[in-house]
């Protein structure tokens, strides 16, 4: 396909507007969670399969060291996640999910929840696995650049 192809465009918006349907749903969601933000949720998902360092967690999440750091802080408060220095390297802080912060994942991630308020549910199977291709290629490309 052409690299000016008209619809680059309508993506472009619909992806926009997809994702302030999406930050809307994702605010109630987070906040019935107890967290103050959609980044939050985020970052605990992030944290899922083990502990990242505030660098990873940034290149994770598409989110700048200074809000990171900030959004570390919240979190630690409402004691989602605890943070410690690397073994070997005191200038590296990691952050790993406290009990707390696994309950709140646990209950964000709950698919009905989320397909319902997203209609997700209403793709099948397969068209589900190739949007989540795309759009994962997509995030990739972008970072490309």
């Given at each position: 396909?052409?690299?000016d ?114 209609k ?23 970072n490309?650049?």
């Amino acid at each position: 396909m052409d690299k000016d192809h008209p619809l680059h465009g309508h993506i472009v918006i619909n992806l926009f507007r997809c994702s302030n349907l999406l930050e809307r749903i994702g605010r109630k969601l987070a906040a019935e969670a107890g967290l103050t933000s959609v980044h939050q949720w985020f970052i605990l998902s992030a944290l899922e399969a083990g502990d990242l360092s505030l660098k990873q967690l940034g290149q994770n999440t598409q989110v700048t060291k200074q809000n990171m750091t900030g959004m570390i802080e919240r979190l630690k408060q409402g004691q989602f996640v605890a943070t410690y220095e690397a073994c070997g390297d005191k200038r590296m802080t990691l952050v790993r999910l406290t009990d707390k912060g696994r309950e709140a994942l646990a209950r964000l991630e709950r698919f009905e929840a989320l397909s319902c308020a997203t209609k997700v549910n209403r793709l099948c199977a397969e068209d589900l696995e190739s949007f989540n291709r795309c759009l994962q290629q997509l995030v990739d490309n972008m970072n490309d650049g």
